[in-house]
């Protein structure tokens, strides 16, 4: 996703809370962020119609026909009478700034929070309630967990909390989790027949959790 700075998620939240109020009350709230998501990620793809879209010489009546052949009937009306109400406002420019908003709120309602964790190799189930644990202590929140393989993580694991890298205090809670995986990544290199990567793999779990 492309980065998006402080003022434009502002001023999306303002449209992702109103969006987020009339699905909810529809029981499409979840339904509703998918397809934000999808369409975000569409635009995204597609820098000559994110440039339509957030262009101010194109007319509303323009990209209002664009969003009614593109989307009606493909997606909720929900979703396109949303977006027709921030095209009227020459906002749809701010397509991937909602549906990030959108997603912050709706997290937030439900007490959730995004965590990424990336693994060299696959979490056991006990690591895997543990990490959650760990997450669901540091922020008060309930993770809601992307787990990610990587054998290039040698350092054991990596931890992103709501696009954020893990601080140092949910680091001392993951230590023993970091140590356990590194010791799991050896010996899937040994068993390579990499014996010598040995000494690296406690190196670099150094560096990450330092």
């Known amino acids: 996703m492309a980065k998006i700075d402080d003022r434009e ?3 999306a939240r303002i449209y992702a809370e109103a969006m987020l109020e009339l699905a909810e009350a529809q029981g499409e709230g979840d339904a509703l962020l998918a397809e934000l998501e999808q369409v975000s990620e569409l635009v995204e793809r ?23 052949k593109t989307l009606r009937g493909r997606t909720s009306d929900l979703l396109v009478d949303a977006l027709q109400v921030v095209n009227r ?22 007490g959730l929070v995004d965590a990424r964790v990336v693994t060299a190799v696959p979490f056991t189930d006990e690591q895997r ?4 644990a760990a997450i669901a ?10 787990l990610e393989i990587d054998p290039a993580v040698l350092g054991g694991l990596v931890v992103e909390v709501e696009g954020k890298k893990m601080d140092t205090s949910l680091a001392g809670r993951l230590r ?7 010791e799991r990544a050896a010996r899937v290199v040994w068993g390579e027949g990499g014996g010598g990567l040995s000494g690296l793999v406690q190196n670099d779990a150094n560096e990450e959790l330092r």
Do not use: C, N, Q, W
Not at 129 to 132: E, F, H, L, R, S
Not at 137 to 146: E, F, V
Not at 176 to 182: G, K, T, W, Y
């Open 9 to 11: 998620l502002g001023v």
């Open 46 to 68: 597609m820098p000559e119609l994110a440039s339509f879209l957030a262009s101010p010489v194109v007319d509303a009546a323009a990209r209002r026909e664009v969003l009614e």
């Open 89 to 110: 406002h020459g906002r749809l420019g701010l397509l991937p700034a909602i549906a990030a908003a959108y997603r912050a709120v709706e997290r937030r309602r439900r």
């Open 129 to 132: 309630a543990g990490v959650t």
């Open 137 to 146: 202590h540091y922020t008060g929140k309930r993770p809601d967990l992307a």
């Open 176 to 182: 023993s989790f970091a140590r356990d995986l590194e």
